[in-house]
């Protein structure tokens, strides 16, 4: 494969992912794709300072992934993780509830050693990503800070990975609010992309639409640059016969009284739509919707799953351009 140079116009698919979910897929179109044909557009309101770090869990989800340094068997982390700096911090009495394995840990640090000589956070992706050896855009929503905020049903306020991790996601979720979006701007290099004749789709990975999509949709622009780009925009379900492949989704759907179903995530994104993609075990449901819909497997087990699910995507979306 001929590689391109960073920042080409190469880039034919934008895709927008969380973490674990999203990332499977992100994978899956990595691998079917030439080098730099794809974007990845990732939320950064999990991101949170911890023990003075700057840390990014669904930038380095992707970015894992994508280099194939993810943990498989955990979800998140790095393959082959040590665990002395943790095991230490408990010994000494440290916060030890978000676990940063010595190699996580390294990551973290050289972001904030970045961060702290001037670059954006865009730059210091890039820069990490070349390092692992990743070929595709990872591109931060923003360069500027926006935080996922969990309001919950006694009234507290817990930033997300205090609610998903310290606290397990237990507490009720009344509705989330995204601290700094309306001051945020949007990632320039998403904005030039989406103004890029030469993109050909755009596919909204199966990521959380409350935590993981919605955050990138609240700066301002880019919900709007979405809706006036000519290419087709599909959707990949994160619920399967009315249950969550990863995280609290459905947890949190059922919470605020909306369906668990896959019906209530296309409603999150009906006015940008083109296409929605939906599992097999929920195809009775294909007909309740206005847009055009593919049924196929959407459960990525193994690496072949992922990579099935990307080529029927991307074939939904030529027929849709057709």
Not at 99 to 120: I, M, P, V
Not at 285 to 298: G, S
Request: proline share 6%; net charge negative.
């Amino acid at each position: 494969m001929v590689q391109q140079t960073a920042g080409s116009t190469s880039t034919r698919i934008l895709c927008l992912s969380g973490g674990i979910g999203g990332a499977k897929l992100a994978l899956g179109l990595y691998r079917i794709l030439k080098p730099r044909e794809l974007a990845v557009l990732s939320n950064t309101g999990d991101d949170f300072e911890h023990f003075g770090l700057y840390i990014s869990p669904d930038l380095d989800t992707v970015m894992y992934t994508l280099a194939g340094e993810n943990n498989i068997e955990q979800g998140w982390g790095r393959a082959g993780e040590t665990w002395t700096f943790i095991e230490q911090m408990q010994r000494l009495g440290g916060a030890t509830w978000f676990r940063l394995g010595d190699g996580d840990l390294a990551t973290h640090l050289r972001r904030t050693e970045l961060l702290g000589q001037g670059k954006s956070l865009g730059e210091v992706t890039a820069e990490l990503c070349r390092h692992l050896g990743v070929e595709a855009e990872l591109l931060p929503m923003s360069d500027d800070p926006v935080r996922t905020v969990v309001i919950t049903a006694d009234g507290r306020e817990l930033m997300f990975q205090h609610y998903l991790v310290r606290e397990l996601a237990e507490p009720v979720v009344r509705e989330f609010r995204f601290v700094g979006a309306d001051r945020a701007q949007p990632n320039p290099r998403l904005l030039s992309l989406l103004q890029n004749p030469d993109l050909q789709a755009i596919v909204i990975c199966p990521s959380n639409p409350f935590v993981s999509i919605d955050p990138m949709l609240e700066v301002p622009g880019i919900r709007d640059a979405l809706k006036a780009c000519p290419a087709p925009i599909v959707a990949v379900s994160p619920i399967v016969g009315g249950q969550a492949i990863k995280g609290p989704l459905a947890k949190m759907l059922a919470e605020q009284q909306l369906p668990v179903n896959a019906l209530t995530v296309a409603g999150c994104y009906q006015d940008l739509l083109s296409g929605f993609v939906l599992d097999t075990q929920d195809a009775e449901l294909a007909t309740a919707l206005q847009i055009p819909v593919r049924v196929t497997n959407t459960v990525m087990h193994s690496l072949q799953d992922r990579e099935n699910l990307a080529q029927t995507v991307l074939e939904f979306t030529r027929e849709l351009r057709a």
